[in-house]
């Protein structure tokens, strides 16, 4: 099983920026397609981005499209989140997870079905 360590949150001001990166072990990360999901308190998990297994497709919630950017590099087993103009409502803890490779469901993560494998969390805090 794949086992994920997120990092890169903290602190940022209205209109900062922002990488997140997630390292993966235990199992080479191209057998999965990977996504990342946001949480604050009182509110169901929500899908941020999510990318397939190769890197060729890559699909965003509505409330980040144009200012998040998800990558993966299957070769340093690695998958980063870079958070642009990022606002309040970006503020949440991130979580990195993954989904294998044949699932049915495709490169999708409007939900968290299928998701499998996931981090402990990093904390992104966006105020002035």
């Known amino acids: 099983q794949v086992q994920f360590v997120e990092s890169g949150g903290g602190l940022v001001q209205p209109g900062g920026s922002l990488r997140l990166s997630c390292a993966a072990s235990?199992?080479?990360?191209?057998?999965?397609?990977v996504g990342w999901f946001r949480q604050v308190p009182g509110k169901e998990r929500e899908g941020v981005s999510c990318?397939?297994?190769?890197?060729?497709?890559?699909n965003y919630a509505d409330s980040v499209k144009g200012r998040f950017t998800i990558s993966r590099d299957n070769v340093k087993n690695t998958v980063s989140l870079e958070m642009t103009s990022l606002v309040p409502e970006d503020a949440a803890v991130y979580y990195c997870?993954?989904?294998?490779?044949?699932?049915?469901?495709?490169?999708?993560?409007?939900?968290?079905?299928?998701?499998?494998?996931w981090g402990q969390g990093t904390q992104v805090t966006v105020s002035s």
């Open positions: 235990g199992y080479p990360l191209d057998y999965y397609i």
């Open positions: 990318i397939s297994r190769y890197g060729d497709i890559s």
């Open positions: 997870a993954a989904r294998p490779y044949y699932s049915p469901s495709g490169t999708t993560c409007s939900s968290t079905e299928g998701y499998m494998y």
